[in-house]
């Protein structure tokens, strides 16, 4: 069972590198440009589903930050969306977007 465990934790995490690789060339364009509201949610959509990555989370910063003064109440929402999907109750997650989070808005 501990095997299997193990197994299944590896794949997890060559699935997050994978969706790294996949989403830094699309953060990258995005972050380039001035896209539409709605391809910059379509994007943060994807992103969400694997923030709970180190290195994905640094991507997703990335985008909200770009677009924060552009698209602020779109932003605002995809920061409250990986705060409720992501952040527990008990921890100590407001270094996420926490004290980061009153510069930016």
Do not use: N
């Not at 539409?36 to 694997?50: A, G, I, K, P, R």
Request: aromatic share 14%; glycine share 2%.
């Amino acid at each position: 069972m501990d095997e299997r465990i193990y197994q299944i934790a590896e794949q997890i995490v060559e699935i997050q590198q994978k969706a790294y690789e996949v989403y830094l060339p699309l953060v990258e364009d995005v972050c380039s440009r001035i896209v539409s509201e709605d391809e910059l949610s379509h994007l943060l959509d994807y992103v969400l589903d694997f923030a709970c990555d180190e290195k994905i989370l640094g991507l997703y910063k990335r985008v909200c930050r770009r677009y924060l003064y552009i698209y602020p109440s779109c932003v605002k929402s995809y920061i409250e969306a990986y705060r409720e999907m992501w952040e527990d109750e008990d921890s100590c997650s407001t270094e996420l977007f926490g004290e980061k989070e009153d510069k930016m808005f």
